[in-house]
Structures are given as structure tokens and as C-alpha cells.
T-cell receptor, first 114, second 113 residues
Framework: DVKVTQSSRYLVKRTGEKVFLECVQD?????MFWYRQDPGLGLRLIYF???????EKGDIPEGYSVSREKKERFSLILESASTNQTSMYLC?????????????FGDGTRLSIL | AQTVTQSQPEMSVQEAETVTLSCTYD???????LFWYKQPPSRQMILVIR??????QNATENRFSVNFQKAAKSFSLKISDSQLGDAAMYFC??????????FGGGTRLMVKP
């Protein structure tokens, strides 16, 4: 079974801090994704990566950056955390395919910015 | 751009009965895929069922089946013989050849014993 591991289930940070959310997958998937989940809005894509050092902006990239130095690891960075970034963050991975490949999700990180 | 709409924020069903969750989507792509994902409380999101748009036959997975109406851009999920473990948030999603998923807002399903 695919395992997608997010480093923290719960995280509390202060406004202005630089925040790192880490995600590791163990199935050699090419694609990795970061979403934020808010009630009533579903999941919205922040960034995705289809290869090491490659990244593409999703629907809501403002205020975020990402890093993919190794195939199995994809990091989401909040450069200067703000209260409106309080949310659930989900990481996912999938095989490279013509849109048909299902995504496998981590457990999520519930981030609170105070 | 793709959009996915789930018009039912909450649904409830009696155990052992059948429930249908609605989803509509809008896409300009000719080749796309549709998914239903389940997110149980405090647990990992998992794939329930997948439909290729070019296939006319509706996908089924045990108690889960879809009603795919391509012309109407509708993709509903039917859960038969509902069980307590089916209680979860359900998300409809569409995916084009670019591998990016677009999700609906979700439907919270409650199962009454």
C-alpha cells in the first residue's frame, strides 16, 4: 500500500513565523501535491510537482512556496505565516499518468496561526 | 478551468438503506476522469470509485456505484446498504490530462443506526 506521511498532525505557529510542512511518500510516485482544505470549499490545490526540482502553481499559491529536492519528499513553506493560513493541509502523491491516476493522501496537518 | 459542484452540504441515511450524493462539473476537456473520495472523521482521504469519461458504462465498486450522465455533466454516487462506517465527508473531483484534481465542496454523510 502507498504510504504518504505528513510530519505533523497538529501544528501551532505565530504570525510572521516561517513554517515548514513536510511530506514523504514511499511508492516512487512522480507527482506530489499540496492542498488546503477549508469547510465548504473542499480541497484547493496550492502547488504540485511532477519531478525533482520541478513545481507548478495551483489555484492558490500566494503566500506559499514549495521545495522538492528528492523524489520522495515535498515540502510546503509558509514564508511569513498569517492568520488566514490557518487551515488543514493535505499532501498527496500519484503516478505520472494521463489524468487517470488516483491520488493517495496523507493524514493531513491541522495548522493554527495565532 | 474546471469547476465541480456538490449541492448537498449534508445528507443523512438510515443504516441499510440507499443514498445518492450529487455532483455536477464543468470542463472544456474532451478527455477527463471523475472520482469520488471519502474522508472519514480524523482519517485519511481514500478513493471510493473512478470513472473514465470516455466509458459509457457506469463504474461500480461493491456497494458503491455512479450514475454518469456525460451530456448533463452529472456524476452522482449511490451507496447501497449503507453502513455506519460509510459516515464521512465525500468529495467529488475531476481530473484532466494534466494530473491536477479539481474538488467539489464536499458532502457530509451521516448514517443513522
Amino acid at each position: 500500500d502507498v504510504k504518504v506521511t505528513q510530519s505533523s498532525r497538529y501544528l501551532v505557529k505565530r504570525t510572521g513565523e516561517k513554517v515548514f510542512l513536510e511530506c514523504v511518500q514511499d511508492m516512487d510516485h512522480e507527482n506530489m501535491f499540496w492542498y488546503r482544505q477549508d469547510p465548504g470549499l473542499g480541497l484547493r490545490l496550492i502547488y504540485f510537482s511532477y519531478d525533482v526540482k520541478m513545481k507548478e502553481k495551483g489555484d492558490i499559491p500566494e503566500g506559499y512556496s514549495v521545495s522538492r529536492e528528492k523524489k520522495e519528499r515535498f515540502s510546503l513553506i509558509l514564508e511569513s505565516a498569517s492568520t488566514n493560513q490557518t487551515s488543514m493541509y493535505l499532501c498527496a502523491s500519484s503516478l505520472l499518468g494521463a489524468g487517470s491516476q488516483p491520488q493517495h493522501f496523507g493524514d493531513g496537518t491541522r495548522l493554527s496561526i495565532l | 478551468a474546471q469547476t465541480v459542484t456538490q449541492s448537498q452540504p449534508e445528507m443523512s441515511v438510515q443504516e441499510a438503506e440507499t443514498v445518492t450524493l450529487s455532483c455536477t462539473y464543468d470542463t472544456s476537456e474532451s478527455d477527463y476522469y471523475l472520482f469520488w473520495y471519502k474522508q472519514p472523521p480524523s482519517r485519511q482521504m481514500i478513493l471510493v470509485i473512478r470513472q473514465e469519461a470516455y466509458k459509457q458504462q457506469n463504474a461500480t465498486e461493491n456497494r458503491f456505484s455512479v450514475n454518469f450522465q456525460k451530456a448533463a455533466k452529472s456524476f452522482s454516487l449511490k451507496i447501497s446498504d449503507s453502513q455506519l462506517g460509510d459516515a464521512a465527508m465525500y468529495f467529488c473531483a475531476s481530473n484532466n490530462a494534466g494530473n491536477m484534481l479539481t474538488f467539489g465542496g464536499g458532502t457530509r454523510l451521516m448514517v443513522k443506526p
